[in-house]
């Protein structure tokens, strides 16, 4: 085969390639519209489905997402267990009062100065004043 | 508790970030499969001569290629989409081989060529002069049947660089071959075509 009839087929073989693939954009563009409604629908469920199994976050961000997370974690906690000894020292008059007034309501001698509590509270401002006023009489 | 809210607000940039990047990537993907799904659709239905079944392929390719490859760059996901298609047109080929052995030893002729029905696969309308459409729908019959009779390799190398436009590498990595061996299908291909379609095709 010489050098023309070389020429001469590859022209052949690209007339037949380009006359296909004519007729075949012709077919794709006649597609008809139950087939473009199924490709839609067949397209949603692919993109539904790497939703889903990417969850939102690129695989190669799972590890630096983690790494965070439990830095996010581990700070908390400790910023926590700091807040909790405050409040352990903060609470503990509390703690200790209500251990008091346990004992107080436990204690059956007590039950009677409960009764009366308006007397006592009497006693112990005009104590106080008594204290106060005998001050005042000796720095005068 | 402020480096705590600090890297909190970090990480929710970081998300938000990624969720962006997300979106983006999801609409590329969408525009992607816009863009091909019908020229594959109709790769596929010349491949296996059954609509039903190439759409059931496109879609597992789609499913298959967004799961597993979205994350790759938008240059891949041509010739991976083809290669996947592919694989599933092969799958099928051996399915309906297996298939027609059992049909044969039950003495049951599997129809299923016989009842395809070129008038009900025939694409709809788009436009044209009756005429025309009838005569490109006459050629077109007649390429398929052209192109459905080469071995697979061949057929797999003529649509994907001929329909497709793929070039020789992207052609060689959905076919899983060397590019030596797609030039030498597509060449074959070519020929072939050429001496079923006749002088008219000339």
């Not at chain 1, 976050?57 to 700070?75: C, D, E, F, K, N």
């Amino acid at each position: 085969m010489n050098k023309h009839d070389e020429q001469a087929d590859a022209a052949k073989d690209e007339l037949l390639v380009s006359k296909a693939k004519s007729l075949f954009d012709d077919s794709v563009d006649s597609i008809d519209a139950a087939t473009q409604s199924r490709l839609n629908r067949a397209r949603q469920k692919a993109l539904a489905k790497s939703r889903r199994s990417g969850l939102g976050i690129p695989m190669q961000w799972l590890p630096a997402a983690g790494l965070a997370t439990a830095v996010a974690l581990a700070v908390v906690m400790w910023n926590g267990a700091g807040d909790s000894a405050i409040d352990a020292e903060m609470l503990q008059p509390i703690a200790t009062a209500q251990v008091g007034d346990f004992e107080i309501l436990m204690n059956d001698d007590s039950l009677d100065m409960l009764q009366d509590l308006e007397f006592y509270s009497w006693v112990e401002i005009d104590e106080a004043s008594d204290i106060e006023s005998d001050v005042d009489a000796n720095v005068g | 508790m402020s480096t705590a809210a600090a890297i909190f607000a970090v990480s929710c940039t970081d998300v938000r970030t990624s969720e962006a990047g997300t979106l983006q990537q999801e609409q590329e993907l969408n525009r992607f499969l816009q863009e091909v799904e019908k020229r594959a659709v109709r790769i596929a239905a010349i491949s296996i001569r059954d609509q039903d079944e190439a759409l059931d392929l496109v879609q597992n390719a789609m499913i298959k290629l967004a799961q597993k490859y979205a994350d790759r760059g938008i240059d891949e996901w041509t010739p991976l989409f083809y290669r996947i298609l592919q694989n599933g047109v092969r799958d099928w080929h051996r399915r309906q081989a297996v298939r027609n052995r059992v049909m044969v030893f039950f003495r049951r002729e599997s129809a299923e060529e016989d009842n395809y029905d070129a008038i009900a696969a025939a694409p709809d309308p788009a436009g044209r002069a009756p005429d025309e459409q009838l005569q490109n729908y006459e050629a077109m019959q007649t390429l398929e049947l052209a192109i459905h009779g080469l071995p697979a390799r061949q057929r797999e190398a003529f649509m994907l660089r001929a329909f497709e436009g793929l070039n020789v590498a992207d052609t060689a990595t959905a076919m899983g071959c060397g590019e030596g061996s797609v030039k030498t299908h597509y060449s074959r291909a070519v020929h072939s075509l050429r001496e079923r379609l006749g002088e008219h095709w000339q």
